[in-house]
């Protein structure tokens, strides 16, 4: 190749290069504007890490805390909520379905994680997504002795589907641990011992932090 043809060479090289920096540059700026809107849950979250083990070491820390999208779901008359209605709380929100074999074998530890730490500063956010009305999924409640965990649900999967779109759910239950501001500390698909010491000792540390 000529010294004439080296020279024309270069402007795409140099140019895929500009364009690469520009993205790592958007990259930084849209991760700042991340950290800035959930400041707190960005200092909190490197304190939460080596929480993460034992019972639910497979907790996943966010590396860059991001507010949660706005769900609505029911209570158990069919009022209308939303998890908007739950800022100013650390909530451990759980999607579970009585079909789903996994979150029924968690739901008693749910239910002690509520009773012992929730209250003002806390609380346990079950969703269920059983399609139909409220009967099933409250009879389950019943036939297990559920006593401290409030009843929500959405039969239309929405909060699901909103979730795996921001890719926090695949399956159930899925399980995310939010600050009082509604931003998502970390996540974990799958069942976990929620009456767990490591668990008490996370949240605690969420709610404290």
Same mark, same amino acid.
Request: charged content about 20%; aromatic content about 8%.
């Given at each position: 190749?000529?010294?004439?043809?080296?020279?024309?060479?270069?402007?795409?090289?140099?140019?895929?290069?500009?364009?690469?920096?520009?993205?790592?540059?958007?990259?930084?700026?849209?991760?700042?504007?991340?950290?800035?809107?959930?400041?707190?849950?960005?200092?909190?979250?490197?304190?939460?890490?080596?929480?993460?083990?034992?019972?639910?070491?497979?907790?996943?820390?966010?590396?860059?805390?991001?507010?949660? %999208?706005?769900?609505?779901?029911?209570?158990?008359?069919?009022?209308?909520?939303?998890? !908007?209605?739950?800022?100013?709380?650390?909530?451990?929100?759980?999607?579970?379905?009585?079909?789903?074999? %996994?979150?029924?074998?968690?739901?008693?530890?749910?239910?002690?994680?509520?009773?012992?730490?929730?209250?003002?500063?806390?609380?346990? #956010?079950?969703?269920?997504?059983?399609?139909?009305? %409220?009967?099933?999924? #409250?009879?389950?409640?019943?036939?297990?002795?559920?006593?401290?965990?409030?009843?929500?649900?959405?039969?239309?999967?929405?909060?699901?589907?909103?979730?795996?779109?921001?890719?926090?759910?695949?399956?159930? %239950?899925?399980?995310?641990?939010?600050?009082?501001?509604?931003?998502?500390?970390?996540?974990?698909?799958?069942?976990?011992?929620?009456?767990?010491?490591? !668990?008490?000792?996370?949240?605690? !540390?969420?709610?404290?932090?």
């Amino acid at each position: 190749m000529s010294d004439t043809e080296k020279k024309r060479a270069l402007p795409p090289l140099t140019a895929l290069a500009t364009a690469l920096v520009l993205f790592l540059a958007a990259c930084g700026d849209a991760k700042e504007e991340t950290v800035a809107a959930c400041p707190a849950a960005a200092a909190k979250t490197a304190a939460l890490k080596p929480l993460a083990s034992g019972e639910i070491a497979a907790f996943a820390i966010s590396d860059v805390p991001t507010p949660l %999208p706005v769900f609505e779901f029911t209570d158990r008359d069919g009022k209308p909520t939303s998890t !908007a209605d739950m800022k100013g709380k650390t909530v451990l929100l759980n999607l579970w379905a009585t079909w789903c074999a %996994p979150c029924r074998h968690e739901m008693p530890a749910l239910d002690k994680l509520q009773a012992e730490l929730g209250g003002e500063k806390f609380q346990v #956010l079950p969703v269920s997504i059983d399609r139909g009305g %409220p009967q099933k999924p #409250l009879g389950f409640y019943d036939e297990i002795g559920i006593a401290a965990l409030p009843f929500y649900q959405d039969g239309t999967m929405g909060i699901f589907n909103g979730l795996k779109k921001e890719g926090y759910a695949f399956g159930l %239950p899925a399980t995310l641990l939010l600050d009082e501001e509604g931003c998502v500390l970390g996540n974990l698909n799958g069942p976990a011992d929620w009456a767990s010491d490591e !668990a008490r000792a996370m949240v605690k !540390a969420a709610i404290g932090g």
